[in-house]
């Protein structure tokens, strides 16, 4: 059936639009949902661990690994000799090797590997390696590279109109810098892969990725094999975030490589220190912006420059600092922009995917921005907000896309605005500051606009395999992978709304290269989009071929056939599903199919900077309520109203949670999580001792989420919007309560505050602004 296809209408709905369970819920709770290192391990299975550089940059000239070799348990230990094709895990540029041969670039980089019999004799063995480095000198922060111009990539701007004759011209101007700190994804599920070889060099991998199909070319590239010999397997993840889309690989190859060498299986799963050190962290950035703008908050120019920390090597970084420019107007018109950016090179573990992508880091600045244009007028932050939002007129985003349906925004915030009780609130929070020196209060509604396609434009494709067996029950497959967000339910939901039938009679299997090939990873907040609309379009080739036959066998014609509730109807007859399924298989009907979709509309060329990257936005708005201590810089949230647009949800309950979660980890990474470099390079935030994600004490007890019922625009799947990513970043709603609070001791000054906004940070900013009051 074609995607752009008008929908059922909603009242024949019974499968979508439905809050259903989670296909794993009740596994999860009784601890029984196999994860990498559940799966019943393979008799004579290897165990492997890595043995990381402790120096962050040098030359590595000796590797003395006798001691190792002789430790009990150890089999063989692994080092770039026993690669038979490349050494490299990247996505091809060949800049991130499996192991280090000649150069450290990072502390936590992986040197060896020793494979054992169980996992204890080989993380012991790891432990007597001698490495003899000659140390060279680091650079580690942004400022570092910026003062060697140490780039990954080239330098990367776009622009609309003059931003330096605008800012000149300007009534008020104003400049600052953001400094925007990096984010651990703390997983529960750590790294792991068991790779089990076959026959004919063949090989078989189980992983906990997001990207099955780029692995099984990672891991086929440096076994030296063609793509074929090696599949992928993947049911589900314990949490990813963006960090299990190219970090899987390194452990996966590890693993295949033992297997190779051994010829028995091998299991590799991450101690969680290791982990930290080893692999990707969202971007840091520091924002160097300037705004010109009028008495009533009206922005005429807006320039900033994005400079990103990515590590020793490129990685994901070219699509995340793209989509961060992409998105550093956020909803906001601006009549003329200038959006640059560096993408940075020092001695740290290579930045990587997150959730957002970077367009958290983008809107955060811009959000900052519209803050210091309050407290230097004396408007309240909304109203700024509001005077800038794209309209009809002026909807153009700095990149040249039009924003075609930005009134959505404007009602949304407007609805808000009100069922939070925003502005009595305000008058109250104003009250409670003029009489409490210690603790202030502070509010902040902030908006979003995200938009969701991959900026690589032919990542938007999906598969899906479905087959219906003669009973009537339904194999469901797809190329995308389940993390906990419940991609595999709401796929699930579109098939058996697809044939009319019960949810349970559609069997969700693992994700795997051998029988959806060529896969885009899940991320970019597409997971449903794709492959919902991929396993729509198999089952209703196969329904429409049931169809067919029906009207042959039957006489009835096709207008007078429907499914639903397990039934066919047929004209006045009804058959049972299952009935209809095993006539079609003895009347030789295929009842199996390869869906395939690919995204409509959209188009960028990076080069010429234009084009359509996104084929539509996603909307939502956060009202925060903050209390800080004026003396101990504790912080705490008391209050969220969300309002998020999904369009019209697949599935309410499962959208709510992603919001929720999705909330609570952006809250993290604006207040608690803090990566801490020492001055040689080394990770010291590496274990949950030393590294703060929020508990369920931090999440507000007066927590409000409601849904925009406003159905998408485009052809989407069911008009439902995606909803993986963009509620992250309502979590800024709380970063701008933080600063709304810290103005009030000194008003209309401006607030020194950088992100996260730490106890400690919340403290040196109220000192500072107590100096000025």
Sequence with gaps: MPPNELFPAEETLSIVRKS??????????????????????PTGTLHIAPGLSTLACGKLLSLDLRKVLEAPGVVCVLTAADIPGANDVSHGLGDDPVFAD???????????AVVARTRDEARRAAKLAHVDIEPGKPLLTIEDALAENALVLPDYDFAHGDAKAALNLADKK????????????????????????????EMQVHSSTQDPTELQHVVARVLARPDAFVTVETRRMGGAFGGKETQAAQTAVIAALGARKTGQPCKLRLDRDDDFYMTGKRHDFRADWAVGFDAKGNVSAYDVSLNARCGFSVDLSPGVVDRAMFHAANCYYLPTSAIRSKRLRTNTVSATAFRGFGGPQGMLAIERVMDAIAHETGLDPLDVRKANLHREGADTTPYGMKTEDADVLATLINRLETSSDYRTRRAAIARHNAQSPIIRKGLALTPIQFGI???????????????????????????????????????????AEEFGIPLDWVRITATNTAKVPNASPTAASSGSDLNSMAARIAAGTIKARMIAFAVEEYGVPADRISF?????????????????????????????????????KIAWDREARKGRPFLYFAYGAACSEVAIDTLTGEMKVTRVDILHDVGRSINPALDKGQIEGGFVQGMGWLTTEELVFDGKGVLRTHAPS???????????????????????????????????????????????????????????????LDAPATPERILMAADALSKLA
């Design 20 to 41: 259903s369970p989670h296909d794993s819920a009740r596994l999860h709770v009784r601890g029984a949902a196999p994860y990498i290192d559940d799966i019943l391990e």
């Design 102 to 112: 000649k150069d450290v670039s990072f502390a936590g980089q992986v040197l060896f």
């Design 174 to 201: 104003l400049e600052g810098m953001l400094r925007i700190g990096g984010q651990e994804h703390f997983y529960l599920e750590g790294q792991a892969a068991l790779a089990v070889p076959g026959e004919a060099d």
């Design 453 to 495: 396609s991959f900026t690589l434009i032919h990542m938007n494709q999906a598969g899906a395999l479905v087959h219906v067996y003669q009973d009537g029950s339904v194999h469901l497959n797809h190329g995308g992978t389940e993390m906990g967000q419940g991609l595999f339910t709401k796929v699930a939901q579109v098939v």
């Design 564 to 600: 639903r509730d397990g039934i066919v109807y047929i004209g006045n007859t009804t058959v049972p599903f299952p009935e209809l399924a095993k006539k079609c298989r003895q009347g030789r009907i295929q009842l199996s199919h390869a869906g395939y979709y690919k995204t409509p």
């Design 690 to 752: 030393t590294y703060k994600i929020p508990v369920a004490s931090d999440v507000p007890e007066d927590f409000r989420v409601a849904l925009l019922d406003e159905p998408s625009r485009e052809a989407t799947i069911y008009r439902s919007k995606a909803v993986g990513e963009p509620p992250l970043m309502l979590a800024i709603s709380v970063y701008s309560a933080i600063l709304d609070a810290l103005h009030s001791i000194a008003p209309g000054h401006q607030v020194p």
